[in-house]
């Protein structure tokens, strides 16, 4: 792993990216009120792989959870528990979430790059880093690292092709 200790951060959405319409459609929900029955096995399989991806270049992945699945998270246990039985590969980082700060920046108010940003505020030492949502509501900056997933469809190939690109240019340089 890297030699100082600080992971690549995968900072996740949840509606969009793993749980998904497609996964809800095929399997008969009408109103996709099972969240967690609409989770993606293939979405929850490109993350293992950029995860793997990344360890190969030295670098240890944990998450950051970005998603408004954050409110019902009090501490990284239950969040591991969910990700583990969903098979999500990579751990949650001890600051496991974002969270929730109402900044106003340029008439923007709580878009969820100030978030992210307000994170890595408080994580200097995080300098390898991703972002996986089907929002784009993050600053110009952000979007460089951005996997701008599908809302209806999460993870598609073409997705996941270009995270394996920038997860190589993050490591590599």
Same mark, same amino acid.
């Not at 009408?30 to 399989?45: L, R, S």
């Given at each position: 792993?890297?030699?100082?200790?600080?992971?690549?951060?995968?900072?996740?959405?949840?509606?969009? #990216? =793993?749980?998904? &319409?497609?996964?809800?459609?095929?399997?008969?929900?009408?109103?996709?009120?099972? *969240? +967690? $029955?609409?989770?993606?096995?293939?979405?929850?399989?490109?993350?293992?792989?950029?995860?793997?991806?990344?360890?190969?270049?030295?670098?240890?992945?944990?998450? #950051? =959870?970005?998603? &408004?699945?954050?409110?019902?998270?009090?501490?990284?246990?239950?969040?591991?528990? *969910? +990700? $583990?039985?969903?098979?999500?590969?990579?751990?949650?980082?001890?600051?496991?979430?974002?969270?929730?700060?109402?900044?106003?920046?340029?008439?923007?108010?709580?878009?969820?790059?100030?978030?992210?940003?307000?994170?890595?505020?408080?994580?200097?030492?995080?300098?390898?880093?991703?972002?996986?949502?089907?929002?784009?509501?993050?600053?110009?900056?952000?979007?460089?690292?951005?996997?701008?997933?599908?809302?209806?469809?999460?993870?598609?190939?073409?997705?996941?092709?270009?995270?394996?690109?920038?997860?190589?240019?993050?490591?590599?340089?």
């Amino acid at each position: 792993m890297n030699s100082n200790n600080d992971p690549f951060v995968f900072f996740l959405d949840m509606d969009g #990216v =793993l749980n998904n &319409t497609r996964v809800h459609v095929s399997r008969g929900d009408e109103d996709c009120g099972n *969240m +967690f $029955g609409g989770i993606d096995p293939i979405c929850v399989g490109f993350i293992n792989t950029w995860a793997r991806l990344a360890e190969k270049y030295g670098e240890e992945v944990q998450i #950051v =959870l970005s998603s &408004t699945w954050r409110a019902s998270h009090e501490n990284s246990t239950t969040l591991d528990m *969910m +990700f $583990g039985a969903m098979g999500l590969a990579p751990p949650v980082h001890k600051d496991f979430k974002t969270r929730r700060n109402a900044m106003t920046v340029a008439d923007q108010t709580d878009i969820r790059g100030f978030q992210i940003a307000d994170w890595l505020t408080d994580h200097p030492e995080t300098t390898k880093w991703i972002i996986i949502d089907d929002s784009s509501d993050f600053t110009d900056d952000q979007l460089l690292r951005h996997v701008h997933t599908d809302v209806h469809d999460g993870i598609l190939f073409r997705h996941h092709l270009a995270a394996i690109d920038l997860i190589e240019k993050i490591c590599i340089g």
